[in-house]
């Protein structure tokens, strides 16, 4: 029973150790994220625009997961344990940064710079956490351990979002305000940085010893490296599918995304702060969607493959906006919030679990980073595009509509190529 399986994984110190680390940054990215969002889109000072949105998370996610292969072969190389002492403490100093420029008004290039960092310092440390997972855990409790793990990681992060919208609140939404936010946001990086402590040096790996000497040699040239690992993909379809799959979906969810932005602050609402208000609704919602799928995939895992289940969702994902999405009203789309909530999470636990199954721990560092990159450079190159056509007030029925065909097509070429894939297995 999952139940069962979930007490087993519990059960383990070190992953205890692991998942509070885990908590404690994912709550402070919340924090930050909020921080950052009222800043730049949700100022009475500053309108918010469907270009202003796709330029914000084009600097924010498009440099930083470009370091997504140089990151998953230092993770390859170093303790990952020590990855995650130090990478909070390095973002801690970083916010301390950008908390002086958001203090004395500045938005323009050195803002987006410092952003930049601490969001990329974030790469290898959720990339650490995703590689060591299986070192703390028995690999017949995969699934489990990263449905509660992962989706506990965020669901704390909204309950940060939470934290940061309550600390808007008592601090104000102006620039000091926002400042005094991120000075929070520094103490709490450092306290992540020294729960990380408590977990044994070496027990996350990787041990190098265990590995071929070619892929150790390759660990010394980043660009090698970053070719090995994608032939090591490549030889496990399942792991490319899956990869496929994620990428797909992230980029159609970074439009709705986008979409949801502006329905908050130009349709649903006339000001910044009832705006702000009902997207942290808006969050919360799809946060709830996210504990759903994590009750719901390890059992339906049991009785289907997670191949099926992910062409599943997809296909839900598609039937939901054209129900829900269609009349671009609050609760609908609300609603709506919380089925791409299930989908997301659900086709992420199931990736998840195929990549840290298929791939070796040599390449676990590369791999995951690789993921992270892709994960988040198709959803801001789908905020770019959506940029071009997307009216102000996010209302446009030809774009949910393309969303839409593409889930339920995208549905369909999963499931015939996982199925051909599958068969071809002896």
Known sequence: MWADGLLEVLRGRDFRRLYATRLTSQLT????????????????????????AAA????TLLPYSALGPFAGVLIDRWQRRQ?????????AVLVAAVAALVAAGQDGAFFFIGVLMVLGVNRFFLAALSA?????????????????????????????????YGLRNVFGAGDSGTSAILVVTTGCFLLAGLVATSLPRLVLGPHLEEAPAQTVEELRNVVRGLVDGARHIWRRRPAALGLAAISFHRFLYGVVLIMTLLLCRNHFNANA???????????????????????????????????????????????FLLVL???????????????????????????????????????????????????????????????????PDGVSYPTLGIVVTAYGIGALLYWNAASRASAKVP
Request: aromatic share 12%; glycine share 10%; charged share 10%.
């Open 132 to 164: 060591g997972l299986p070192r703390v855990v028995p690999r017949e409790h995969l699934v489990t351990a990263n449905a509660f793990a992962v989706t506990s990681g965020t669901i704390i992060a909204f309950v940060g979002a939470g934290v940061g």
């Open 56 to 59: 914000a998370f084009a600097v």
């Open 325 to 391: 999405g269609t009349p671009f009203s609050e609760v609908p789309w609300a609603a709506g919030a919380f089925a791409l909530g299930v989908v997301s999470q659900g086709v992420k636990l199931c990736v998840d679990t195929i990549l840290q199954e298929s791939i070796d721990d040599a390449y676990r560092g590369r791999v995951f980073a690789v993921y992270d990159m892709l994960f988040n450079a198709t959803f801001a190159a789908a905020a770019a595009l959506a940029a071009a056509w997307l009216p």
């Open 29 to 52: 990215d919340g924090v930050f994220q909020v921080a950052l969002a009222g800043y730049v889109f949700f100022s009475p000072e500053r309108q918010a625009s469907a270009g202003k």
């Open 273 to 319: 702060e009832a705006g702000l208000a009902t997207f942290a609704l808006m969050l919360g919602v799809s946060g709830a969607g996210f504990f759903a799928a994590a009750l719901v995939t390890p059992w339906v895992v049991r009785r289907i493959s997670k191949q099926a289940w992910i062409s599943l969702l997809l296909g839900a994902g598609g039937v």
């Open 83 to 91: 990855i995650l002492v130090w990478t909070p403490v390095l973002r």
